[in-house]
C-alpha cells in the first residue's frame, strides 16, 4: 500500500462484531488492500493520568485498565492507541491481559453488558514527543493528530476511553453526522 493520504470514519470501531468478522481494523485495512494488525505492548491496571480520569468520570490516580497498541498497516506502525476502562469492568477480563480479544473489545464489552450508544470525540495536532516520534518513524518536523474519545453507555456511564496518536500527514478523519 502506498503512504497517501488514509481516509477513516469510527463507525466501525464503535459497533460489536459480528460472529466470525475479523476487528474492525483489519477489516478496513484489507478494504484498501493492506494488512492491519496491532500489538499489545501493554495491558493491566495503572492510576488514571488526569486526562483519563476527566473522560472515565473517576478521580486522578484510580485504577483503571489499559491496552497500550501498536497499529501497524503493512507491518509499519501508524498509530499508537491507549484505550483505558473503569476497574470495575475490566479487571478479570481479556481487557487486561496482552492477549487479542477476538472480534475485538467493543464486542467483548457488548458481551459484558456494556454497549455504547454515545461517543464524544475531540481532534487535536501537535508535534509528537520523542518517544512517539521513533515509534511512528517520524521526522522531527512532523506533526501528529490527537484523537480522544470517550464512548457511554445508554446511562451516560463511560465505559472506555481512547487516546490515539497518529501521523498527520498520513490520516484524514472523516465525519458523518446524520439528524433525526
Given at each position: 500500500m502506498s503512504d497517501s493520504t488514509w481516509v477513516s470514519t469510527s463507525m466501525p470501531y464503535?459497533?460489536?462484531?459480528?460472529?466470525?468478522?475479523?476487528?474492525?481494523?483489519?477489516?478496513?485495512?484489507?478494504?484498501?488492500g493492506g494488512r492491519?494488525?496491532?500489538?499489545?505492548?501493554?495491558?493491566?491496571?495503572?492510576?488514571?493520568?488526569?486526562?483519563?480520569?476527566?473522560l472515565l468520570h473517576v478521580?486522578?490516580?484510580?485504577?483503571?485498565v489499559v491496552r497500550?497498541?501498536?497499529?501497524?498497516?503493512?507491518?509499519?506502525?501508524?498509530?499508537l492507541t491507549d484505550t483505558y476502562y473503569p476497574a470495575a469492568i475490566a479487571r478479570g477480563t481479556p481487557l487486561a491481559e496482552t492477549g487479542k480479544i477476538r472480534g475485538g473489545a467493543v464486542t467483548l464489552l457488548a458481551g459484558l453488558g456494556h454497549i455504547g450508544v454515545r461517543v464524544q470525540e475531540d481532534v487535536t495536532a501537535r508535534m509528537p514527543d520523542t518517544d512517539?516520534?521513533?515509534?511512528?518513524?517520524?521526522?522531527?518536523?512532523?506533526?501528529?493528530?490527537?484523537?480522544?474519545?470517550v464512548t457511554l453507555d445508554a446511562e451516560d456511564r463511560p465505559i472506555q476511553a481512547d487516546m490515539m496518536v497518529m501521523p498527520a500527514h498520513r490520516q484524514q478523519l472523516r465525519y458523518e453526522i446524520r439528524i433525526g
Open positions: 464503535l459497533s460489536p462484531r459480528g460472529k466470525g468478522q475479523s476487528d474492525a481494523w483489519a477489516e478496513e485495512a484489507a478494504a484498501h492491519g494488525t496491532q500489538r499489545i505492548a501493554h495491558a493491566g491496571e495503572v492510576p488514571a493520568p488526569d486526562d483519563v480520569a476527566e478521580s486522578p490516580g484510580t485504577p483503571v497500550r497498541r501498536i497499529i501497524e498497516l503493512d507491518g509499519e506502525p501508524c498509530e512517539e516520534r521513533a515509534a511512528l518513524h517520524l521526522e522531527p518536523t512532523e506533526p501528529v493528530l490527537r484523537l480522544n474519545r
